[in-house]
């Protein structure tokens, strides 16, 4: 069920961006520094981290006027989730290969002609299950990127901080967010 809402969303969107002029469509992908916030200190509990956290997707933007733009889009995110048994404890560390779906709503402000700032919601929609982790919510990206425009094409630069599944959409009893600390490279091209 939640993938065919996820491409209803995105399609609606799409579609509508489309209609308009100063639309761009393109093609974004990052590699981060993950890590698990654990909400406190356990005592006797087990380390979790993240490794390889890569994301890759498609991006869709409208530009409102020479200062502001809303993008969105959706994007694959893949890593490697490292469970190392609580101390004290004769066992293996453990490997879980973690993914999900994103789409991200975010407000960009171009307060010089190549540098902006970007933030606003993802909607995460993990894949898979995990004892450890439950990402599918509503989390939030903040960024400062640079841009260069070259006729059509426009290329971005964007260091960023992501915080994954901030509010959960089912209420789970272990609160463990993922957090993103990552550039992400998009390339795109305006239609209109």
């Known amino acids: 069920m939640n993938k065919y809402f996820l491409f209803?969303?995105?399609?609606?969107?799409?579609?509508?961006?489309l209609a308009q002029s100063g639309f761009r469509l393109g093609f974004q992908g990052g590699v981060s520094n993950a890590s698990i916030d654990q909400g406190g200190d356990l005592v006797g509990g087990p380390g979790l981290d993240m490794e390889d956290f890569s994301t890759i997707g498609l991006v869709v933007t409208r530009s409102w006027n020479e200062k502001w733009e809303m993008t969105s889009g959706l994007s694959y995110s893949a890593a490697t989730h490292i469970i190392t048994p609580a101390p004290g404890l004769d066992l293996n560390k453990r490997?879980?290969?973690?993914?999900?779906?994103?789409?991200?709503?975010?407000?960009?402000?171009?307060f010089l002609p190549f540098a902006f700032v970007t933030g606003g919601p993802?909607?995460?929609?993990?894949?898979?299950?995990?004892?450890?982790?439950?990402?599918?919510?509503?989390?939030?990206?903040?960024?400062?990127?640079?841009k260069y425009?070259?006729?059509?094409?426009?290329?971005?630069?964007?260091?960023?901080?992501?915080?994954?599944?901030?509010?959960?959409?089912?209420?789970?009893?272990?609160k463990r967010n993922v957090m993103e600390l990552g550039l992400n490279l998009e390339v795109t091209y305006q239609i209109r």
């Open 8 to 17: 209803l969303l995105f399609t609606i969107f799409s579609t509508s961006l």
């Open 95 to 110: 490997f879980e290969e973690f993914s999900m779906v994103s789409i991200p709503v975010l407000a960009s402000y171009s």
């Open 122 to 146: 993802i909607f995460d929609f993990q894949l898979g299950s995990s004892d450890y982790l439950s990402q599918s919510g509503i989390g939030y990206q903040l960024g400062l990127g640079g």
């Open 149 to 174: 425009q070259v006729d059509r094409f426009r290329f971005a630069f964007i260091p960023n901080f992501k915080r994954h599944g901030a509010i959960q959409y089912e209420s789970t009893s272990r």
